[in-house]
C-alpha cells in the first residue's frame, strides 16, 4: 500500500493495491506494520465504530481530549464522502491547516488521523457507510467538538445546500471558543509522538 503525508504533520492517506481476477477483487485495508513504520510507533486497535449516513450528511468536527488522545484510521465501506481533517494542536506549525480526501468504497484509500487532530466528513451518496479503526476505547467526556462551518477555519465542504447536522454538532464552539475554553491537545505536549517525516529532517 502507498502511505503517503499530508499537508497536517503526522496525519496521512493511506492508498491500497487493488488485485483484481474474473471473480472480482481484493486489497488490504489495514496493514499495521506499514503503518507503524510510517508513524514511529505502534497503532493497536481497541475499539472499531461504523457510521451509515444519508447524503449531505456532515459529521464533526471531532476529536477527542488529551489524554486519553486517540488516533483514528478512517476507511469508507459503502458510498463515497469528502473526508477533512484539521490540525488543532496549540503551537503546530500547521495549526488549522487541513487536508481534503475523496474516501469511496471501490479505491478502498483510508485516512489516518493522529491525536489532537480533529476529523469530520460529508458524505456524497445516500447510505454512506464509514468505518473508524480507534487506538483508545470511548471514554464519556471526552470528546471535542468543533464548528465544521467555522468561518476561521473556512473548510471547503463543497455542498450546495444545507447539509444534515446533529444538534450537538451545529452548536459545537468555534476554534477560537475551543482554545479558550482549553479544550485543545499541545503540540509540544512531551507524550506527543514524532511521525517519521520529522524524525529524519
Same mark, same amino acid.
Given at each position: 500500500?502507498?502511505? %503517503?503525508?499530508? #499537508?497536517?504533520? +503526522?496525519?496521512? !492517506?493511506?492508498? @491500497?493495491?487493488?488485485? &483484481?481476477?474474473?471473480?472480482?477483487?481484493?486489497?488490504?485495508?489495514?496493514?499495521?506494520?506499514?503503518?507503524?513504520?510510517?508513524?514511529?510507533?505502534?497503532?493497536?486497535?481497541?475499539?472499531?465504530?461504523?457510521?451509515?449516513?444519508?447524503?449531505?450528511?456532515?459529521?464533526?468536527?471531532?476529536?477527542?481530549?488529551?489524554?486519553?488522545?486517540?488516533?483514528?484510521?478512517?476507511?469508507?465501506?459503502?458510498?463515497?464522502?469528502?473526508?477533512?481533517?484539521?490540525?488543532?494542536?496549540?503551537?503546530?506549525?500547521?495549526?488549522?491547516?487541513?487536508?481534503?480526501? %475523496?474516501?469511496? #468504497?471501490?479505491? +478502498?484509500?483510508? !485516512?489516518?488521523? @493522529?491525536?489532537?487532530? &480533529?476529523?469530520?466528513?460529508?458524505?456524497?451518496?445516500?447510505?454512506?457507510?464509514?468505518?473508524?479503526?480507534?487506538?483508545?476505547?470511548?471514554?464519556?467526556?471526552?470528546?471535542?467538538?468543533?464548528?465544521?462551518?467555522?468561518?476561521?477555519?473556512?473548510?471547503?465542504?463543497?455542498?450546495?445546500?444545507?447539509?444534515?447536522?446533529?444538534?450537538?454538532?451545529?452548536?459545537?464552539?468555534?476554534?477560537?471558543?475551543?482554545?479558550?475554553?482549553?479544550?485543545?491537545?499541545?503540540?509540544?505536549?512531551?507524550?506527543?509522538?514524532?511521525?517519521?517525516?520529522?524524525?529524519?529532517?
Amino acid at each position: 500500500m502507498l502511505i %503517503e503525508p499530508t #499537508a497536517v504533520p +503526522g496525519a496521512y !492517506v493511506v492508498t @491500497p493495491h487493488r488485485h &483484481g481476477d474474473r471473480r472480482g477483487d481484493f486489497f488490504e485495508g489495514l496493514r499495521a506494520d506499514a503503518l507503524e513504520e510510517v508513524i514511529g510507533h505502534p497503532f493497536v486497535p481497541r475499539q472499531i465504530n461504523y457510521s451509515a449516513s444519508r447524503g449531505n450528511t456532515l459529521r464533526g468536527l471531532h476529536g477527542v481530549a488529551t489524554p486519553p488522545g486517540q488516533a483514528k484510521y478512517v476507511s469508507c465501506v459503502r458510498g463515497a464522502l469528502r473526508d477533512i481533517v484539521v490540525d488543532l494542536r496549540i503551537g503546530s506549525p500547521a495549526f488549522g491547516r487541513h487536508q481534503v480526501t %475523496e474516501l469511496d #468504497a471501490h479505491s +478502498g484509500r483510508s !485516512v489516518y488521523v @493522529p491525536e489532537g487532530v &480533529g476529523h469530520g466528513f460529508l458524505t456524497l451518496t445516500d447510505d454512506t457507510c464509514v468505518c473508524y479503526v480507534l487506538s483508545t476505547t470511548y471514554v464519556p467526556g471526552t470528546q471535542i467538538d468543533i464548528d465544521p462551518l467555522d468561518r476561521q477555519l473556512a473548510l471547503p465542504w463543497g455542498f450546495t445546500r444545507p447539509p444534515l447536522m446533529s444538534d450537538k454538532d451545529a452548536r459545537a464552539p468555534s476554534l477560537a471558543g475551543a482554545v479558550a475554553a482549553g479544550l485543545l491537545a499541545r503540540w509540544d505536549d512531551p507524550a506527543r509522538i514524532t511521525p517519521r517525516e520529522e524524525r529524519t529532517r
